[in-house]
């Protein structure tokens, strides 16, 4: 039988404010253990809970962002239930009325463009974290995170392969990160994906019984972790067994999900209003306020690319990957106006250094307006390919501006008709044997008088110009 | 000296004829003398009142004086306050010291008034006797027999045996209300969100609201004056200008509209609280007040809507005791779930995990339409029937309780006769209206009787000037328990 893997999404993305949802307390992360939880953070008798308009404002962004409804009045409902670093024994979050609902987003999945639906988006807190090692048989609780601001952002069931929920994860880190709601940084949990997945016989329109998959924090775990699910769920089917709806785990060293709880063990939550919260309520004014203050979004840099460096698709979406990116590639194809050229450095030989030095753009040590500058000089004939990248080095290893490493180095390209003319007659004059090859129709003698005249030049010789100077003479 | 009101205890203050030391001395020495038998504390702490006093002290001789500068005061110990025991009544936080103050406590302190201590209440203010303390019950000034009411019974007795000039109180459903009405003071529960609930220990977040307890309108006008306020800790907090509740007290009372809800005189009311109201009544026709018949018909829902909705939030405001950070924690426990098991059964008393167990069940999946959102729905109606009633009527009237005080131990077997004795304060905390006793009479046995007056919002001055002109008439609120020193 064949399958149809069914994937959707909930994503917790950790809201780049500087202080708690509820609370004035500080969300920087690693700060020594409980010193940034508050009276009301560790819910003291008697504390309440005070709306952060950061955190509605960030999800504000994200609405309009994704083109979703903004629901002008959204409430915050209480979740209860008790463990010990969830302090109120209840968590506030937003159930019937969250403050987003609808949107899409586009992925690219192997070259084809696909828009994923998006269910729905709300704002809730962070629960603090149990810390079950070094505490001799006990846990220690450590609640700075606690009341730290979220939005978990659902996706409709839309993907139909790991390649595809992979793909919306990165579209979803781009945006959050571009629209700068989010550090998007997976390690810290700035951003923890849930992947809901289940099978079905193709062509069946009810979808399977769903298995969740918690917590995944690399775009490679949620690649893997939805792999080993779909195969574990059509053995299982195939072996005539049934997919229970359960909660599960990813082990990133055995590659296997293990059950966490089954339905059974659900939690009834007994979701109410919280009624220490008035409901949210959006105006006009605020949000077009924000609406002015976003920045261009990635699908519409992508689209202007194109039109305005001539960029094709598949490098608009590569270099729209980030804001930094994106902003890199613009200054340095503005600095040269060569949109083409610059986009074949920022993805060729740029990338592969930071690759290599496992450097983000941010922390590029070549500036977008150097890289502009190097390939300005390219354009007017000043460097050859071969030397810019000899230039290219001296930016990376802080050796000065391009035209001063240019001149420090010798590196100017020989482009002088008569000294060039001297070098080629010398070669020539050295090589008979070659220019005998040429006469008699062997073209790789042609190549090999190039190479001498290029290693006379000190590789200095502007190949174009050897190149027809070298066909004048011998014809 | 210990019956003497507010306006009188700042003249002589100001005047120097006694200290602020020497003025919560002289309440500290009848609590000395009275606590024992009447259980309205749950901790009095001389050195620290007698400091404070000291402190309101030095404002008066530098001039610093507000109105009530001087004044002590007792506190339920349902308000976090800071270096104080905090119970709530409960074993629960028997051991709980709070590390902050309470908005309230926070604006007594800038007012300059010494605490006398913290009063006794029902636990988690789940109760309308004062007997589920886990400090035991308050008994009644009047007769020592007798519950004082609840949940703020300690606050009542205490200023009904004159222990204390003033008190703080809390009122979800009664609490302020009901006590002041069977103990013959006077008590006020102001609109929804004019008094901060920022550090006031949560029973049902939607409902409770703190107000003053004393013995006049005046001395309540005075109190209010301090504690209301708009509070950016508490979003449920209104921002709105600050008032002063005693400009319209000596306001005469030709024309007011008294609204009688024939609900509240119907079946279930003792016929001397009855009589006592009518009298009331009489009393103000004289004063120019002209009555007008009114309906609430959905008020008799109001007990059923409460005892849905109140558990519902406590169920969750009380999840936060679970014996991980404070409070009470078993002793013995095998694991997590046996430790949570464990310390709230042990924790709390029968009525708190009554309600929570009311609460768990009408917000469980199945049952959350049918309980929670059709008592939200009702709760709309009786708050239509209020706004309906405001169209031919300036305030409303009607007996506090539906009888007087009632025998330690005759009620606490029965929960729903018990429920039954907030029948007439509930509907004004659902519909977040401003509401009030005060004494109108005495029963054959001599135990008070209460009168109420429900305002619309933010009519707290209007009430006042009803009241405070009732008082100037009749002499009710200034009789004192007999038989106490």
Redesign the interface.
């Known amino acids: 039988m064949k399958w149809e893997t069914v994937i959707g999404l909930e994503v917790h993305t950790q809201l780049a404010t500087k202080s708690k949802i509820f609370s004035g307390s500080s969300t920087a992360f690693g700060a020594a253990p409980n010193t940034q939880a508050s ?1 009301v953070d ?10 952060n308009r950061g955190a509605v404002e960030c999800a504000i962004k994200f609405g309009l962002a994704i083109g979703a409804t903004l629901n002008r009045v959204n409430v915050f409902d ?1 979740k ?1 239930y ?1 463990y ?1 670093d969830l ?4 968590q506030i979050s937003q159930l019937a009325k969250p403050i987003v609902e609808g949107g899409a987003l586009k992925i690219i999945v192997e070259g084809e463009e696909k828009t994923v639906n998006l269910t729905r988006a709300h704002m809730e807190e962070d629960a603090g974290k149990s810390l079950h090692e070094d505490f001799h048989g006990m846990t220690g ?1 450590d609640l700075n995170r606690a009341g730290t601001p979220l939005l978990e952002i659902v996706s409709e069931p839309e993907m139909r392969s790991s390649a595809e929920a992979v793909a919306y994860a990165r579209a979803l880190h781009t945006l959050v990160t571009w629209i700068g709601i989010c550090d998007g940084n997976m390690q810290e949990g700035s951003f923890r994906v849930d992947a809901n997945v289940s099978v079905r016989p193709v062509g069946q329109a009810e979808f399977g019984t769903r298995r969740e998959i918690k917590n995944l924090n690399s775009f490679k775990f949620l690649q893997q972790a939805i792999d080993y699910e779909v195969r574990w769920q059509i053995e299982t089917l195939e072996d005539g067994g049934r997919i229970e709806q359960a909660t599960v785990l990813f082990d990133p060293d055995s590659g296997e999900t293990r059950m966490m709880r089954s339905k059974e063990d659900a939690h ?1 939550y ?3 209003p919280d ?4 409901p949210v309520k959006l105006d006009e004014d605020w949000i077009e306020r924000v609406r002015a203050a976003l920045p261009e979004l990635p699908v519409a840099m992508q689209a202007r690319f194109q039109a305005e460096y001539g960029v094709s698709a598949y490098d608009a979406a590569v270099l729209t990957g980030s804001r930094a990116l994106a902003d890199y590639f613009e200054t340095a194809a503005r600095a040269c106006g060569q949109g083409k050229l610059a986009a074949n450095w920022v993805m060729g030989e740029l990338s592969a250094a930071l690759n290599k030095a496992e450097l983000g753009i941010a922390s590029s040590p070549v500036s977008a307006a150097q890289l502009g500058a190097l390939i300005a000089r390219i354009q007017d004939g000043t460097l050859s390919g071969k030397l810019a990248k000899q230039v290219f080095e001296g930016l990376w290893e802080g050796a000065g501006e391009v035209d001063a490493i240019i001149e420090a180095r010798g590196l100017k390209q020989m482009s002088d008709a008569g000294e060039l003319e001297k070098i080629v007659d010398e070669v020539l004059a050295a090589n008979p044997k070659s220019v005998e090859e040429f006469r008699a129709g062997k073209d790789k003698a042609f190549n090999a008088l190039i190479g001498q005249v290029m290693k006379a030049s000190k590789g200095k010789a502007n190949p174009a110009q050897v190149n027809d100077l070298l066909k004048t003479r011998l014809q | 000296m210990s019956d003497a009101s507010l306006s009188t205890l700042a003249a002589q203050l100001a005047a120097k004829q006694v200290s602020s030391r020497e003025l919560a001395q002289v309440y500290l020495d009848r609590i000395a003398a009275l606590n024992p038998a009447i259980n309205a504390f749950i901790t009095v702490d001389p050195d620290k009142t007698l400091l404070e006093a000291a402190g309101a002290d030095v404002r008066i001789a530098a001039g610093n004086a507000g109105p009530l500068t001087g004044i002590p005061v007792a506190h339920k110990d349902i308000f976090c306050t800071d270096g104080w025991l905090t119970t709530c009544g409960s074993k629960m936080l028997s051991n709980f010291v709070a590390p902050y103050d309470a908005t309230v406590i926070e604006r007594f302190k800038a007012a300059g008034m010494p605490s006398l201590g913290k009063t006794n209440m029902d636990e988690f203010a789940m109760g309308s006797s004062n007997e589920t303390s886990y400090f035991g019950a308050v008994k009644n000034p009047w007769n020592l027999a007798y519950v004082p009411g609840g949940s703020s019974g300690g606050a009542a007795a205490c200023v009904a045996a004159r222990m204390a000039p003033a008190a703080t109180g809390t009122d979800t459903g009664g609490s302020i209300r009901q006590p002041a009405a069977l103990t013959g003071i006077t008590g006020l529960k102001p609109t929804y969100g004019l008094v901060s609930r920022y550090g006031m220990i949560a029973f049902a977040s939607s409902l409770d609201q703190a107000g003053p307890m004393a013995l006049s309108a005046e001395d309540c006008a005075l109190l209010l004056n301090a504690m209301t306020g708009f509070d950016p800790r508490d979003s449920t907090s209104l921002e709105r200008e600050k008032e002063d509740y005693t400009r319209d007290l000596e306001k005469p009372l030709a024309g007011l509209r008294v609204g009688l809800p024939r609900e509240f005189f119907a079946e279930g009311l003792n016929n001397e609280v009855a009589a006592a109201v009518e009298a009331a009544v009489a009393e103000l026709k004289k004063l120019g007040a002209t009555p007008v018949e009114i309906s609430l018909a959905n008020s008799k829902l109001a007990i059923p809507v409460y005892y849905v909705l109140a558990p519902a939030e406590a169920s969750s405001n009380l999840s936060r005791f679970d014996g991980v950070r404070y409070g009470y924690r078993a002793p013995d426990y095998a694991n997590l779930d046996d430790m949570y098991c464990k310390t709230r059964a042990q924790g709390f008393g029968a009525e708190v995990k009554r309600r929570i167990l009311i609460g768990a069940y009408v917000l469980s999946h199945g049952y959350y339409d049918a309980y929670y959102l059709q008592a939200q729905k009702i709760r709309r109606l009786i708050a239509d029937d209020f706004s309906e009633a405001f169209k031919t009527c300036d305030v409303i009237l009607g007996p506090t309780a539906p009888g007087t005080a009632f025998k330690l131990g005759e009620k606490s077997d029965d929960p729903v006769e018990m429920y039954l004795n907030d029948l007439y304060t509930i509907p004004a905390n659902l519909a977040g209206l401003p509401g009030m006793s005060l004494p109108c009479g005495f029963d054959a046995k001599g135990l008070p009787i209460g009168l109420q007056l429900v305002g619309n919002y933010f009519s707290e001055a209007k009430m006042l000037n009803v009241a405070h002109q009732y008082q100037r008439a009749t002499n009710w609120h200034a009789h004192a328990p007999e038989g106490l020193k």
């Open positions: 009276a560790i819910a003291l008798p008697g504390v309440l809970p005070v709306l209480r209860n008790f010990p302090p109120k024994g209840y609780i009834d007994r979701y109410f009624p220490d919260l008035l």
